[in-house]
């Protein structure tokens, strides 16, 4: 099924909660909405869904425009953030509800099936309050999926669980997803998230689309600050290019200096560099990049038990670099040492006019 918001508004009184929104998905394909609170994400999957209707544009599933069609009619599985699980109904009963009101014959069967595929089929028997947050998500997510839907709607649904938990959830969503060829629309504001799920990703900002595209192209080649400052791009230097020729150029910002692998018009440009495109240099292993910076660790900051994100300071310019942990033991990196860092041509990425 094919899913295509064509120039969706939204407004309540004065104000404006969506903006010329439109996006297509493929048939299969998974497609995240990612941005912060108040963005209108959850505004845009409940048009989608029929729950609200917009003032202007048109929402059309597989050619058809169903902008006028109740919720219940479009085929549509919806998941929320908070489960809606009915709490006088136990897990077998929430599973089954959806295909009971369509006077399903099989239900037993459907229901046992897609609890086994969602690993709840030895909590049947129990009540919403006797299981975890994980389970009631999994057991939300099989609800959604027993009566066969031609398109998925998640609105953050993994927000309020651990990490782990998250994790793992994530890797069933994605696999179930897969399995069955869902068309799917996933809300979120974790970026972390978006990458790992997403087939496509379109970055909202007050009720408009800032950019949409593959996750690659938003999280490495933004069109914009605004983009980049969200999808967690650390490294945003504003410079000049004052040099350009044989299909390279030289930048100079806050009084260094940079060669990146194409050839720009001379003037102002915003450098934009991820904290994991850039590495430490082992002094045993002379770095053989152009793009070589003598500094300072000055920032640690722990992610968990993988990773830290490391400030380095280089004349004054703080560069944030995002390293495994290992990486951080053998090298001894710890505030105050003295350190090389090296930036690679080709993972930097311009902006030209300054600000993007």
Do not use: W
């Amino acid at each position: 099924m094919s899913l295509e918001l064509r120039a969706i508004s939204k407004s309540y009184d004065d104000t404006v909660v969506l903006r010329d929104i439109s996006f297509r998905l493929e048939p299969g394909e998974l497609m995240v909405l990612l941005g912060p609170s108040g963005a209108g994400k959850s505004k845009t999957l409940e048009i989608a869904a029929g729950i609200e209707t917009p003032d202007t544009g048109s929402v059309v599933i597989n050619g058809v425009d169903v902008s006028s069609v109740p919720a219940r009619k479009r085929g549509v599985g919806f998941v929320f953030q908070d489960y809606s699980l009915f709490p006088h109904k136990n897990v077998f009963e929430n599973i089954a509800f959806g295909l009971k009101t369509r006077g399903e014959k099989n239900a037993r069967g459907r229901v046992e099936a897609i609890a086994r595929e969602m690993q709840v089929e030895g909590l049947l028997d129990r009540f919403p309050d006797q299981i975890s947050g994980g389970q009631q998500q999994r057991v939300a997510l099989a609800r959604a999926l027993v009566f066969q839907p031609d398109l998925l709607l998640f609105d953050e649904p993994l927000s309020s669980l651990d990490q782990r938990v998250r994790e793992q959830l994530r890797k069933t969503l994605k696999k179930i997803q897969r399995k069955h060829h869902v068309t799917t629309l996933y809300v979120t504001h974790d970026y972390v998230e978006a990458i790992a799920l997403a087939d496509k990703i379109a970055i909202l900002k007050e009720g408009r689309i800032l950019q949409s595209g593959p996750p690659d192209e938003i999280f490495y080649r933004p069109m914009s600050r605004e983009v980049a400052e969200f999808t967690g791009m650390t490294n945003i230097f504003d410079g000049s290019v004052f040099q350009s020729k044989g299909g390279s150029s030289i930048i100079r910002f806050n009084g260094l200096e940079l060669v990146v692998d194409s050839a720009l018009p001379l003037g102002d440009v915003t450098v934009c560099i991820r904290p994991e495109s850039i590495m430490f240099v082992r002094p045993e292993r002379p770095s053989s990049f152009e793009n070589n910076f003598d500094g300072i660790i000055s920032e640690m900051e722990s992610f968990g038990s993988a990773m830290q994100r490391i400030g380095v300071s280089v004349e004054g310019t703080m560069f944030y670099v995002n390293v495994p942990n290992h990486v951080v033991e053998k090298m001894k990196l710890e505030a105050g040492k003295g350190v090389k860092i090296s930036l690679k041509k080709e993972k930097i990425h311009i902006l030209l006019g300054g600000e993007g």
